[in-house]
């Protein structure tokens, strides 16, 4: 992966994306099931060392519910809830938007985990809710509760969402993003300032 990226001079801030496909053979008759697998690379712009000055503004995509199963907490190749949150986020002048699971809670978004912060407690949807188990996610959960943050993985209703003094979003990509507004709710700042300061995101 590295040697690709390397060939493809990114070298500083990159994406890379590794997709493994079963082997030869149909649906069901398959010669093998060998693991395949394509590597692709895309350059990032810098800025990853920073909290974003402009916060978000989301909404929430409520046309499709994503699933708790087995394979919900996996990036897979069927992403059409998120894709068409994404496209609603964008006709609705939006950065993002939020995606329920069948219990009409909030999962996470089309691009990012959530968390909200109440009270000075974070708390965030557990994987058991259908959310994508996102390796920023577990580093920033891990990182807060050892600097004695006060972290919950609770299942979160839209009103907990609405009604939280700070939002913010995690990927591998953006790191940490604030929130500023979700419909007509409009969220601080302040103690994402100090979650970010004490991740020491790169």
């Known amino acids: 992966m590295f040697a690709l990226a390397k060939k493809n001079k990114h ?3 990159a994406r890379i994306r ?9 649906l069901y008759d398959a010669e093998n099931h060998n693991p395949n697998y ?19 503004v989301l909404n929430i995509y409520k046309e499709a519910l994503k699933s708790c199963d087995a394979f919900s907490n996996l990036k897979h190749n069927n992403f059409l809830p998120y894709t068409m949150a ?15 699971n069948g219990y009409n809670r909030i999962c996470d978004s089309s691009i990012a985990n959530v968390f909200i912060v109440k009270d000075e407690i974070i708390y ?24 004695l943050y006060k ?18 979003l995690t990927n591998s990509i953006q790191n940490i993003q604030w ?22 995101l790169v």
């Open 86 to 100: 994404a496209l609603f986020a964008k006709k609705n002048n939006c950065n993002d938007a939020l995606v329920l």
């Open 11 to 13: 070298q500083k801030f």
């Open 124 to 147: 965030t949807p557990p994987l058991s809710e259908g959310c994508i188990a996102g390796v920023t996610a577990a580093y920033v959960i891990a990182k807060l509760q050892n600097s």
């Open 151 to 168: 972290v919950i993985e609770k299942p979160l209703q839209i009103n907990d969402v609405l009604n939280a003094d700070e939002v913010f």
């Open 179 to 200: 929130v500023k507004q979700i419909d007509n709710s409009v969220y601080k700042n302040e103690m994402i300032q100090k979650i970010y300061a004490a991740c020491k």
């Open 18 to 26: 590794l997709s493994v496909v079963r082997g030869n053979g149909g």
């Open 38 to 56: 394509i590597v692709q690379t895309w350059a990032l712009p810098d800025g990853k060392g920073t909290l974003n000055q402009n916060g978000l």
